[in-house]
């Protein structure tokens, strides 16, 4: 199975990332993680990012916030696909963020995901990785089914509750 490469601006966003490592953890996907900032190292983001194919990535994560031009710097430099995480800052609760992940210009397509993002994400990731995975595919199945039971069960105790 190919890996999942999550790179994130700064060691703050790591609380966010936790839970992508956690989704990707139960679902059985590798993965590695790296700080590389657009601005601080962007030799080191955009060598990283030029060499993921054949390092063996499938898909790759990018988490910022404030400026978040991480995922577009990423995407830049390869064709794997590239899902944004914009992350929360105090200046503008995210906002700034998320319009900098998704306002990419035609041609470098970044997915994103909502502010602070980090399981769905993850959950995005190995979407794309289970187009070519039949048992990463049968677990995602199997997640929503989980998902659908979960949500029925509560539907239940609230019509039992409320329902005369």
Sequence with gaps: MKKVGIIMGSASD???LKKAFEQLDALGVPYEAHVYSAHRTPEEAGTFAASAKANGF???I?????????????????????????????ALDGMDALLSTVMMPSGIPVATVA??????AALLAAEILALSDKELDAKLVALREEGAKAALEKDKEIAETFNK
């Design 14 to 16: 790591l609380p966010i």
């Design 58 to 60: 499938g898909v790759l």
């Design 62 to 90: 990018a988490a910022a916030g404030m400026a978040a031009h991480l995922a577009g710097a990423i995407a830049a430099r390869t064709t794997l696909p590239v899902i944004g995480i914009p992350c929360k800052s105090a």
């Design 115 to 120: 502010i602070d993002g980090a399981k769905n």
